[in-house]
């Protein structure tokens, strides 16, 4: 049995122990402080599940000077996890009839827009979007308008703007190039399978039945209050209505709703079948499938790339590996599961920095590693 506590501090919920082994504890306690001070970040939360029980712990402040710890209920922007959420949503409507991975994206284009293609016997899957392979650049060309918060451009009449105006950079499939637009233009089809907003499709089927009440593109006053600050390279800016971008980094969330979702994404808690899991959790394309691979390499060389997922492959040490990077807004996250094991964490800090990033991933994947070997 792994050491468990939900750490509530500060919002008068004592913390509960689950069960206890020290040398599971001695892990957490003596690697988080260490990847926290490192990061040079003002605040971090952490999620571990390990077999089924769940730790979550704050560091830090929530802004600079303020004196307050982040906890679990603490507000993140999760940057690109955003996409994994995505994925899982779009998965739950295949396993409805509603979609499936191999339609083309052309099936739900707005009337009139045409997507565009070097080869009309492989033009652009949902499949190929959802693995970074579509052949789009990583985002729609242009400034977005002075001032606007961060995540909320480009809105849907912007990228089908810029879409019908590219050519492609590489034939579908072919080649990996990470990119934003791609999740958005998932979600724009999505929305046209599902029939009904994105947001809307997201609380039904993922949010309200996982009791992940924080998760939203929509955080309403209370929940702006408990927003950490971001820092660094990209600027924080306000807690504001994100749903343009929902599907590619609006998401915002806590450590609490992350922890329940590696739960959920780990078979511990219900909620999807073993078989929803692995097509949700495949590897679709393997590195050594494509002429080049780029954007994708941000916390270890990806060897195979899935529906949002990254993996990493194993070594004599350390187990596989499907990870998640984010950023953007004053944050930076990252989620890491060995699946098959119920082992993963979840960290989210509050700065940008892409120069310390790998070593921080690199670090939060050891510590994972370290729980799946006990």
Known sequence: ???????????????????????????????????????GAPGMVIAVVCKGDLIIQGYGETSAGNGQKPNAISLVRVGSIS?????????????????????????????????????????????????????LSRSVSGQPPR???????????ARWNWLVKQKLISVPGSA?????????????????????????????????????????????????????????????????????????????????????????????????????????????????ALSSIEGLDIAGSASGLGLGWVLLAPTSNTPAILQKTGAGGGF???MALVPGRQVGAFVALTKVDFDMFYAFASAVSGLVASLDSR
């Not at 206890?20 to 926290?36: C, H, K, L, Y």
């Not at 001032?147 to 009449?157: H, L, M, V, Y």
């Not at 807690?239 to 971008?245: G, K, N, P, S």
Request: aromatic letters at 6%; one cysteine or more.
């Open 83 to 135: 996409k994994v959420l995505a994925t899982d949503l779009m998965v739950k409507l295949a396993e409805e009839r509603k979609l499936r991975l191999s339609d083309p994206l052309q099936m739900y284009a707005p009337a009139g827009s045409r997507v565009p293609s070097l080869d009309r016997d492989r033009p652009i899957t949902l499949l190929d979007l959802a693995t970074h392979t579509s052949g």
């Open 176 to 288: 990996a190039l990470y990119s934003n637009v791609a999740y958005d233009l998932l979600v724009d089809a999505i929305e046209v399978a599902g029939k009904k907003p994105y947001s809307e499709l997201f609380q039904k089927k993922t949010a309200e039945p996982l009791g992940m009440h924080d998760t939203t593109a929509t955080p309403n006053k209370e929940q702006c209050a408990r927003l950490m600050v971001g820092t660094g390279a990209d600027p924080p800016g306000p807690c504001a209505d994100t749903r343009a971008t929902a599907g590619s980094g609006g998401i915002y969330s806590t450590a609490a709703d992350m922890g329940t979702w590696m739960q959920y994404l780990l078979g511990v808690k219900t909620g999807n079948s073993s078989a929803q899991r692995s097509i949700a959790q495949a590897i679709y394309v393997q590195r050594q």
């Open 1 to 39: 049995m792994c050491y468990a506590a939900l750490m509530l501090a500060g919002v008068g919920i004592p913390a509960v122990t689950l069960g206890a082994d020290p040398s599971v504890e001695q892990v957490i306690n003596s690697t988080a402080p260490t990847m926290f001070l490192n990061s």
């Open 332 to 334: 930076m996250s990252y």
């Open 147 to 157: 001032g606007a918060p961060p995540f909320t451009w480009p809105d849907k009449a």
